[in-house]
């Protein structure tokens, strides 16, 4: 004969392992769609800083205005671009 106890305290804990199965699989598809996000985000970046060093390195002396006088604006100081490249 099967102890009651003990078929109770087997079925509450099967009970307990059902619940935080269920918790992991939802922390797992929430960790697993953040990645992804990330993922995007990663490429989002990558693709937008590619093309803002093609701009600045196609794009040459912008003149401005300050007091309403034009001026010629100096270029953002990048690694590897020397002085001689300044207007």
Known sequence: M???ELLERITARRAE???LEEQLATQLAEVRA??????VAERVLER???QLAE???SAGPVPG??????????????????EDSLP
Request: charged share 35%.
């Open 48 to 50: 937008m800083t590619g």
């Open 2 to 4: 099967l102890d009651p």
């Open 34 to 39: 953040e990645r992804d996000e990330l993922a």
């Open 55 to 57: 701009e600045r390195a």
């Open 17 to 19: 392992l059902d619940e």
């Open 65 to 82: 205005q300050v007091g309403g006088r034009a001026v010629m604006l100096i270029p953002h100081r990048e690694p590897g671009v020397e």
